[in-house]
Structure formats: C-alpha cells, structure tokens
C-alpha cells in the first residue's frame, strides 16, 4: 500500500510543480502472506478500491488455501517491488 500510495504522491507533487491539475487516482493493496516453511506455501489478499456515490468502496479479493504457487508469486512480487523501488 505504501508504494502505491507514493506513486500517488509523487504524481500529485509533480503535477503541481508544473502547474498541471492531477485527475485523483485511488491506490491497490496486495499482501503476500507465508504460511509454511516447508513446504513453502503462502496466501494472499488484494485489495482494489473505486469511488462509487462520493464513497470509497474496497474490492477484497482473498486466496485463503495454502499455495506453492502462491509462495513462487510471493517472490516474485518482492523482487518486482524491490526493482520498482530501487532502480
């Protein structure tokens, strides 16, 4: 969520340096969550949001059932975060 919401930030910063209106744009939210070792299986949650009515209204999407493929999605969500965040 943090990453998501610097994005944001920066944006609206920049925008406003250049002395451009910024359209509002709503952040995501996924977390990765290792539940076993060995073997290696995780869960995950995401959320989206979307302004319906004035209000902000999360989608939650859960995958609660203990993955190998949800730990292989794991690391390779952190290293495209670390990449993002650091290149």
């Not at 930030?9 to 539940?35: Q, W």
């Amino acid at each position: 969520m943090a990453n998501s919401q610097g994005k944001i930030v920066a944006k609206v910063i920049a925008s406003r340096i250049k002395g451009k209106e910024y359209k509002p744009t709503l952040p995501d939210n996924t977390c990765y969550s290792m539940v076993n070792g060995d073997p290696q299986e995780a869960i995950v949650i995401s959320v989206t949001y979307e302004l319906k009515d004035g209000k902000i209204e999360p989608r939650v999407r859960v995958i609660n059932e203990r993955l190998k493929a949800l730990a292989n999605a794991t690391y390779e969500w952190a290293k495209a975060l670390y990449r993002d965040m650091f290149t």
